[in-house]
C-alpha cells in the first residue's frame, strides 16, 4: 500500500505517523510545500515575544526524525498541484528546482490546511504587511522588528490577532488592534470580553472597535492605513489576522465536492467524495456539535485526531470522527478567554432556544491567594437542561472549568448532571462548590423553576416600568450602581417588605454577582411577590454588558465602540 | 417547620441555607459545639504556613451574617448531647453556662463531622500534641510556634499530614513525618508518590516510612517519640493526623443505624433510619462509585453537596445523592498529588478486573515555558475499557486533568469516548492531543489489541527470561537503565532485526516514558514477533517504582523503606 500525504503540520504528520504503527509495510510519503513539517504553529506568537526563548523548540520534528523513527519519506519544499484521480496519481513540484513529476498513490490524504484570508483594498500586498501562519512569517516579522521599528496594527482581533498584539506589545511596539466588529474575539458574546478590552487597554495596547482599514500607503519607511471612519494611522509594520479559508483549490479542480462552508466534505472516515482519497484539518467540512452545520473550524485539536482517523480506516479501522464543538482558549496577556460549543449568537442565529446564565466565581477559594473573578456565561436548553454552550473569561482557572464543560457539551449532560460532579477540591485548587457545580445549580434552579432572570441587555426596557432593587451595601451603592435603582441591603428586605410592597412591581433584583439577590428573590417570590427578576450575574456582569470604554485622546489608549 | 441542624460546618451551613432558601417560613437553628460556623477548615495548615495571612480571612460567614441575611439562629457553643426521637427533642448543652435545655424539631439534620482518630500509646494526651480540624487547634499550633520552637513530628501522612508538613517546614521548623504505611498519601499507589517523597526531601522535611510511634516523653520542653524500630526523635510539637472517625455516638445512642464502615446509613436523600433525621457530611456513610461498597470518605465537596440535598428533601425536593467517588487533590510544595476513582489497590483488594496505564505528559505545550511531566496512572475495565480510576502526581495542570477524568469516571466514559474529547488547547495551557486524550489512546489500544504492555513491578520476574530492551539513545541508556536491558535505539531497529530476532524472547521494551517503545513494539509485532511487550510508563515509571531512597544520615532527609 503506497500512501501519500499532502501537508506535513498537524493532521499530515499526525495522519502518517499513526499508518506507520499500523502498517510497517506501507510506502508512505510526505509532501509537504514549506521547509518544515511538523512545527509548532501555535507557538509563533510567543517565540516573537521571546517567551520561547529558542526558535529551535518551535521545531517538533524533522523530515531525518520521520525517515529513522517512522520509515517515513517527508519531502519539504514539494507542492502538489494537481490530482489525477483516475489515474491514482499527484503531479508534484520540486519548488527549489522547478521540477514537476508525477506520484502515484494507492490512498491520498490531502492536509493542506487554511489560507490567511487577504484584504482587497489598495496596497493591500505592502511588504510590511505580514501573516502569522509558518515559520517564514515568523521570522520576517522578527526580522522586521530587529531592523528597529516602534509601532504595529494588528487587523482583526480573533485568537491569532490577540496573541500576535500581546507579542508584539511585549516587545515594546506601541500596537493597535484594528476590528472590523464591535469586540475583540468576534467567537465569544460581546458582553463576555468587554473586561479583555480593558485590560488590553492597561496593557497598552490600543484598540479600534467597528474599523477597517481602506488603504494601505507608503509612509517613512512604514506604512499609513486609511480607516473607514477618514481617520489614518501609522505603523511599521502590520499583522493580518482576519481568518482563513480553507486551502481547497486542487481538490475541487480534481472534482471532490466541497461543501458550503468552502470545506472539503468528508464522511466520519474523513473519506472525500473519491474512496480513495481522505481529508484533515482545516481544510474539511465538520458537523457542529450543537448546531448540526456544516462548518469549517480551524483548530489544532480536531486536526491531530481526524489525521489519526484517516489513517485508522486506511489501514481497516472503523474508527470515526463525529462532531466539532468548536472548544478553544485564548491567553491574553495576564487574562484567558475560553469557549466551548455554540454562542449565544449562534443560538439565536439558528434558532435554537436556550437559557442564558452569568455567573462570577473565583478560580480557587477565595482565601487562598493568587485568585481572580472568573465570569462564567452558559447557554442550556430550556427544556431538558441540556448544556449547549459556554464560555469564560478570567484568570485562574479558566482553562479547567472550560474543559469540563467542554465534555459537558459534547455528553449531552443537562445542568442536573452539573450539580452532582465530584471535582477534586483543595483551597489552592477550586472550592468545595466548584464553578461548575454552580453552573448546574443555577440552571437546575431556572428548570425547576425556583428562580426567574432578567439580563443586562434588558435595561433599560426592563425597569421601565417597575423598579430595579440593589440589594448591595449602601457603601457598594454608593461605588456605582444601575440608574434609578432603589438600594434596599439584603439584611433590611425582611423588615422592609411591606415598603417593597409598595414600590411599582415588577421588581428587578440586582447585587454583586447574582448570590445575595437571588437570596432576596426567595424571600419575595415566597412572600408573595408575583413578578420578580434575579439580574444573571449581577452587577459585575452589568458593566460588561454597558461600560463604553470612552476614547481618551490623551491616554495611549482609544476605544471607539459606534 | 421547624428545623434545627446539629453542625454549623460544611454540610450543616449549605443545609441551611438552602433550607431557607426553600422555606421562608421556616424556623431554622444551628446548633454548633464550637465557637465558628461555616469557616474555611481547609485552609487552616495555609493560615499556619503563612500563605493565607489574614486569619479573618477564615471565617467565611458569622452568626450575625445568618441571622441577618437568612434569618437563621446559629447557636455556637451549644452541643448536642441526647436525641429523643419520640419526643423529637434534643438534649443540647449550652457550653459557656453548662445548662442544658430542651429543643423540638420537625426535622433534624445532623452534620457532625468525624474526630480525629488518636494514638493509643503512652503519653499520647502530651500537650504538645495537637489536631488540626478547627481554628483553636490552628491558633494553639500557632501560638506553639509563635512561643519558639524548632522541630515539629506530623503523624500520619495522608492529605492533612501532607499540608501540615509544608506549613511547618515552611514556618523554617524541622519537620519529620513519621508514616505507618511504606508511602506517603496511602489512598495513592505506591508507584505514584514516589516523586512526592523525593520533592519532600528536596525541601527538607524527612520522612520515616513504616514507622509508627510507640511512646511520647516529655523532653526539654517539647517531647522525645519512642519509634517501633527503637529509634527516638524529640519535637517540640507534633501534629496528629492518622485519619478520623465519623462522629456518630449521639446517633448510635439515638439508635440510628449505623453502617459497617462506621458511618449513619443513610438513603439517597440523606435520610437516616428515622424518616425524620437526616444526616451529611463525613459522619455518614456513602456507596463507592466503582465499587459499590459502603465507605466513610470525608471531603467536603461530597459533604456540601449532601447537606443541600437532605435540605431540598426536607422542603419536599426529590433530590437525591448518588455515590461518592473520592475525587481529592492536594497541594506538596511545588507537586500536585491527585486522584478519582479506585486505586490499583482498592480495585485489586475488592477483585475488580482492571488494564492499567501509566503516561507521562507536560502539563502544557513542552516548547512554552512553566511546564514539568506529569505521571497518569489510569485503570479500565479489560472488556468493555470503562475508565475506573485515575492518579496524577505532578505540577502544572494535574488539576484540570483529573478533574476531567472525575467526570470520566463518575459518567461511566470507556477510553474510547477520551480519544474523542475536544478539549482547550493553546500552548499555555494544553497540547493538540491532551494528556487525556493520550489516556484514551493507550487504553483504546490496549483494548484493540495493538499494545500490550509490561509493568515496572514485574521486573526483575519478568526479563529474568528473555530480552529486556532499551530502545532509548545509547546516551540515555548510559545515564541510568534498567540492570541487563540491551540498548537498540529506535532508529536502529528496522537495520537490526535479524539481531533480534536471535535475541531470548519475549522482548520486554521500554523507553523513556513509553512513546518510541510502542512504535518499535508496533515494528516487531507486524515483522513477526509474537512476544513483545511495552513498558508502561517506561524508564521514568520503572524509576517511580524500584528507586529506594536511601538512609542519608550526612542530610536532614532519612527515608526507612523496609
Same mark, same amino acid.
Given at each position: 500500500m503506497k500512501l501519500v500525504i499532502v501537508g506535513g503540520v498537524a493532521g499530515g504528520a499526525s495522519a502518517a505517523a499513526r499508518a506507520r504503527r499500523l502498517d510497517e509495510q506501507a510506502e508512505i510519503i510526505v509532501l509537504e510545500r514549506g521547509q518544515y513539517v511538523s512545527f509548532a504553529n501555535c507557538g509563533l506568537p510567543y517565540h516573537i515575544s521571546g517567551?520561547?526563548?529558542?526558535? $529551535?523548540?518551535?521545531?517538533?520534528?524533522?523530515p531525518e526524525n520521520f525517515q529513522e523513527n517512522f520509515n517515513i519519506e517527508v519531502r519539504t519544499g514539494h507542492e502538489a498541484v494537481q490530482i489525477d484521480r483516475k489515474q491514482k496519481t499527484l503531479r508534484v513540484q520540486d519548488?527549489?528546482?522547478g521540477r514537476q513529476y508525477n506520484e502515484a498513490y494507492d490512498k491520498l490524504i490531502l492536509s493542506q490546511g487554511a489560507s490567511p484570508a487577504r484584504l482587497?483594498?489598495?496596497?493591500?500586498?505592502?511588504?510590511?504587511i505580514f501573516f502569522l501562519r509558518n515559520l517564514p512569517d515568523m521570522d520576517q516579522i522578527i526580522q522586521t522588528i530587529d531592523g528597529g521599528v516602534r509601532s504595529a496594527a494588528v487587523i482583526g482581533a480573533g485568537y491569532i490577532g490577540m496573541e500576535a498584539a500581546e507579542a508584539l506589545r511585549l516587545r515594546g511596539l506601541e500596537v493597535t488592534v484594528i476590528e472590523i +466588529?464591535? +469586540?475583540?474575539?468576534?467567537?465569544? $458574546?460581546?458582553e463576555m470580553v468587554n473586561d479583555v478590552h480593558l485590560h488590553l487597554a492597561e496593557k497598552g495596547v490600543r484598540v479600534l472597535l467597528g474599523t477597517s482599514v481602506s488603504e494601505f500607503c507608503d509612509a517613512d519607511g512604514g506604512m499609513q492605513l486609511r480607516l473607514n471612519g477618514g481617520e489614518s494611522l501609522t505603523a511599521d509594520l502590520c499583522v493580518l489576522s482576519i481568518g482563513v479559508t480553507p486551502e481547497v483549490a486542487m481538490a475541487r479542480s480534481a472534482g471532490l465536492s466541497i461543501g458550503a462552508s468552502n470545506g472539503i466534505t468528508v464522511d466520519q472516515? +474523513?473519506?472525500?467524495? $473519491?474512496? $480513495?482519497i481522505y481529508a484533515v484539518g482545516d481544510m474539511v467540512e465538520v458537523t457542529d456539535t450543537i448546531t448540526s452545520a456544516a462548518v469549517s473550524v480551524p483548530l489544532a485539536g480536531p486536526a491531530n485526531r481526524q489525521g489519526r482517523i484517516a489513517a485508522d480506516h486506511i489501514c481497516g479501522r472503523e474508527s470515526a470522527y463525529t462532531t466539532t464543538q468548536g472548544t478553544a482558549i485564548v491567553k491574553v496577556f495576564e487574562m484567558t478567554a475560553a469557549t466551548t460549543g455554540a454562542s449565544e449568537k449562534v443560538l439565536r442565529r439558528t434558532g435554537i432556544p436556550f437559557e442564558k446564565m452569568h455567573l462570577w466565581h473565583f478560580g480557587h477559594a477565595s482565601y487562598y491567594p493568587g485568585t481572580a473573578g472568573m465570569h462564567i456565561k452558559a447557554m442550556m436548553d430550556?427544556?431538558?437542561?441540556?448544556?449547549l454552550g459556554a464560555q469564560i473569561v478570567g484568570r485562574d482557572g479558566v482553562d479547567k472549568r472550560i474543559d469540563v464543560l467542554a465534555l459537558a457539551v459534547r455528553l449531552g449532560l443537562t445542568a442536573y448532571d452539573l450539580e452532582h460532579l465530584e471535582l477534586a477540591y483543595a483551597p489552592p485548587y477550586g472550592s468545595a462548590k466548584d464553578p461548575v457545580n454552580m453552573v448546574g445549580f443555577v440552571g437546575a434552579n431556572i428548570l425547576r423553576g425556583d428562580v426567574r432572570f432578567w439580563h443586562a441587555e434588558d435595561f433599560p426596557e426592563r425597569g421601565s416600568t417597575g423598579t430595579v432593587l440593589d440589594v448591595r451595601t449602601s457603601r457598594e451603592y454608593s461605588y456605582g450602581h444601575i440608574e434609578g435603582a432603589v438600594n434596599i441591603p439584603i439584611n433590611e428586605v425582611r423588615p422592609r417588605l411591606a415598603e417593597l410592597r409598595g414600590l411599582p412591581q415588577p421588581i428587578f433584583i440586582y447585587c454583586l454577582t447574582g448570590i445575595r439577590s437571588y437570596l432576596v428573590y426567595r424571600i419575595l417570590i415566597q412572600e408573595g411577590f408575583s413578578e420578580v427578576f434575579n439580574l444573571a450575574g449581577g452587577w459585575k456582569t452589568f458593566e460588561s454588558c454597558h461600560r463604553r470604554i470612552e476614547a481618551d485622546s490623551s491616554a495611549s489608549v482609544m476605544f471607539t465602540q459606534k
Open positions: 517567551v520561547i526563548d529558542k526558535r $529551535d523548540s518551535l521545531l517538533i520534528s524533522t519548488l527549489s528546482s482587497d483594498v489598495p496596497g493591500a500586498d505592502h511588504p510590511r +466588529q464591535e +469586540q475583540v474575539l468576534p467567537l465569544f $458574546d460581546r472516515h +474523513q473519506c472525500t467524495s $473519491d474512496p $480513495d430550556p427544556s431538558t437542561g441540556r448544556i
